[in-house]
Each structure stands twice: as structure tokens, then as C-alpha cells.
């Protein structure tokens, strides 16, 4: 175990915001125990704060499902992979044919753009900043899109996502990551948190073999999958469970600390 890749929300993070005291010892243990660690994430960087505040992180970060890599210590992007506005508007056409009552927003490398009503609860704080807007009013030509999100107020995520994905795949990756709201994330093709991990993993010269990821939802399939030691929360969707070799005791049993504490006394490390 030389990496330790780990989705947040899910995975280490609850509904309530908070990271486990129990989980934050384990991964501060992998820290001293000469383990690297990245946070492999579908939230944009301006939602990474729970990894300083309570972690104390100050890595690079994985965000966007891939899409970027953020450095939180300079506060700077590292790199990006974006689809241009004219994919965006191609995507968001051939969605609404399929689905009339969709609604969408774009996550750009300077902000964030939504149409009007795609926020149910108009207060929802984290978002509370942003005005409503067509889209084809906000988005200008240099803008550089590196998350799409179609979200539709019926059916489930897993159902919207099989009628979207075939359609739209030579413009986008589609995938979700909520149990239960149907939203669906699209990036660039190609674009998914495994490619960006291995390169990652690549440039600190660990092999795939010496990874051990954690994640909980259809968008970390592929980097279960790659990830020598690829660990699905028990909580976690059903198609992450089956992707992953192996599997990590529920989130609400600190799943990700228990594998990690095995893990670094196997090492003959000290343990948190």
C-alpha cells in the first residue's frame, strides 16, 4: 500500500458534512507511515474544504470526476479536460428530446451556471450564490465546461442515466453519483477518475498494484476497477459493490478506517 485513493462524499464524508474522528487517526497513520494519499472526488475544488478543515490536507486533489486536478496547499488548477460550449448545447438538446422536463447546469473553470429551477429548494446553501439562468444566456464561447448536470424530478438516477448514456456517448461520459436524486454528471469522453488517478499514481512511480481506493457510487466503477486494491462501501450502489474486488464495512461503521487500521498493521505500522 503506497497510495491510498479515496472518494469523499459517501465514502468518508456524511449527509452532515462531517468527517469521523475515527477515520480522520487512520489516514493521518497512513500520513505518518510514509503513505501517499488523493482524494478522488466528483465535487469542483471550490467544495473541497472539508479536506483542509478537517484533514488538514494539503495535496493535490482529483476533482470533477477526473476532469480537473486541483492543488489546494497553492490553491491553483493543476490541469483540465473540458468540453467545449457547443458539445455542452449538442448534449443538452439531444437530452431534452429524450426527456423534455430536464433541466441543466454547467460547472466552468471560473463559476457555475444552472437554469432556472434546477435547484428544487431555492436556499440550498451551497449553491445559494448562483443566480438561475438559460444557459445559453450565461455560457460565452471561451467558457471551459468540465462537469454537465442533467437532472429530471422523476424516475431513478441508474434508469435516467441507461436512456442517456447510449445518446449521448461520442460527445460525453455520463454517469451519477446520487442515490437517490436522478442527476447525471457528464465530462469529456474519456474523462473518468480512473484515467486521472493512474496518471497520478504514474507520476510518483506506484504501480496499480500498490493502490488501495475507496468509493461508493457508479462514477468511482472504473477506478475500483483499476485500483489494485479497489474497496466499494457496504452502503455504497450495488454496480459499485460488483466492480470492486473487495469490500469496505458500511460508511456508518467507518468502513474506510477499518480497511486502513488492517491494512497498516499489516504493514507493522503504528497504528491511530
Given at each position: 500500500?503506497?497510495?491510498?485513493?479515496?472518494?469523499?462524499?459517501?465514502?468518508?464524508?456524511?449527509?452532515?458534512?462531517?468527517?469521523?474522528?475515527?477515520?480522520?487517526?487512520?489516514?493521518?497513520?497512513?500520513?505518518?507511515?510514509?503513505?501517499?494519499?488523493?482524494?478522488?472526488?466528483?465535487?469542483?475544488?471550490?467544495?473541497?474544504?472539508?479536506?483542509?478543515?478537517?484533514?488538514?490536507h494539503?495535496?493535490?486533489?482529483?476533482?470533477?470526476?477526473?476532469?480537473?486536478?486541483?492543488?489546494?496547499?497553492?490553491?491553483?488548477?493543476?490541469?483540465?479536460r473540458?468540453?467545449?460550449?457547443?458539445?455542452?448545447?449538442?448534449?443538452?438538446?439531444?437530452?431534452?428530446?429524450?426527456?423534455?422536463?430536464?433541466?441543466?447546469?454547467?460547472?466552468?473553470l471560473?463559476?457555475?451556471?444552472?437554469?432556472p429551477?434546477f435547484?428544487?429548494?431555492g436556499?440550498?446553501?451551497?449553491?445559494?450564490?448562483?443566480?438561475?439562468?438559460?444557459?445559453?444566456?450565461?455560457?460565452?464561447?471561451d467558457?471551459?465546461?468540465?462537469k454537465?448536470?442533467?437532472?429530471?424530478?422523476?424516475?431513478?438516477?441508474?434508469?435516467?442515466?441507461?436512456?442517456?448514456?447510449?445518446?449521448?456517448?461520442?460527445?460525453?461520459?455520463?454517469?451519477?453519483?446520487?442515490?437517490?436524486?436522478?442527476?447525471?454528471?457528464?465530462?469529456?469522453?474519456?474523462?473518468?477518475?480512473?484515467?486521472?488517478?493512474?496518471?497520478?499514481?504514474?507520476?510518483?512511480?506506484?504501480?496499480?498494484?500498490?493502490?488501495?481506493?475507496?468509493?461508493?457510487?457508479?462514477?468511482?466503477?472504473?477506478?475500483?476497477?483499476?485500483?489494485?486494491?479497489?474497496?466499494?462501501?457496504?452502503?455504497?450502489?450495488?454496480e459499485?459493490?460488483?466492480?470492486?474486488?473487495?469490500?469496505?464495512?458500511?460508511?456508518?461503521?467507518?468502513?474506510?478506517?477499518?480497511?486502513?487500521?488492517?491494512?497498516?498493521?499489516s504493514l507493522?505500522?503504528?497504528?491511530?
Open positions: 500500500m503506497r497510495l491510498v485513493a479515496s472518494d469523499i462524499d459517501g465514502t468518508i464524508l456524511g449527509h452532515d458534512g462531517k468527517i469521523s474522528d475515527r477515520t480522520i487517526r487512520a489516514f493521518h497513520a497512513c500520513r505518518d507511515a510514509g503513505v501517499e494519499l488523493v482524494f478522488v472526488t466528483g465535487r469542483p475544488p471550490r467544495w473541497l474544504h472539508p479536506l483542509q478543515d478537517q484533514l488538514g494539503t495535496g493535490r486533489v482529483i476533482c470533477s470526476n477526473g476532469a480537473v486536478v486541483w492543488d489546494l496547499e497553492a490553491d491553483r488548477l493543476v490541469s483540465a473540458t468540453l467545449t460550449i457547443d458539445a455542452v448545447l449538442e448534449i443538452r438538446s439531444i437530452i431534452k428530446k429524450l426527456r423534455p422536463a430536464a433541466l441543466f447546469a454547467a460547472e466552468t471560473t463559476g457555475f451556471h444552472l437554469e429551477g435547484i428544487e429548494n436556499s440550498r446553501e451551497l449553491l445559494s450564490e448562483f443566480t438561475p439562468a438559460p444557459l445559453a444566456e450565461t455560457l460565452v464561447a467558457d471551459a465546461v468540465v454537465f448536470l442533467a437532472i429530471v424530478r422523476e424516475g431513478t438516477p441508474d434508469d435516467f442515466l441507461a436512456e442517456v448514456r447510449p445518446a449521448v456517448g461520442h460527445l460525453a461520459a455520463a454517469t451519477h453519483s446520487s442515490p437517490g436524486v436522478a442527476m447525471l454528471e457528464l465530462s469529456l469522453p474519456g474523462v473518468n477518475k480512473a484515467v486521472t488517478l493512474a496518471e497520478y499514481a504514474l507520476a510518483l512511480g506506484v504501480d496499480a498494484s500498490e493502490v488501495v481506493a475507496f468509493g461508493d457510487m457508479p462514477n468511482d466503477i472504473e477506478m475500483l476497477r483499476w485500483a489494485g486494491h479497489g474497496y466499494a462501501m457496504a452502503s455504497g450502489h450495488p459499485a459493490i460488483e466492480a470492486a474486488g473487495q469490500q469496505a464495512p458500511h460508511f456508518d461503521d467507518d468502513g474506510v478506517a477499518q480497511v486502513l487500521e488492517e491494512r497498516l498493521a507493522g505500522a503504528r497504528q491511530p
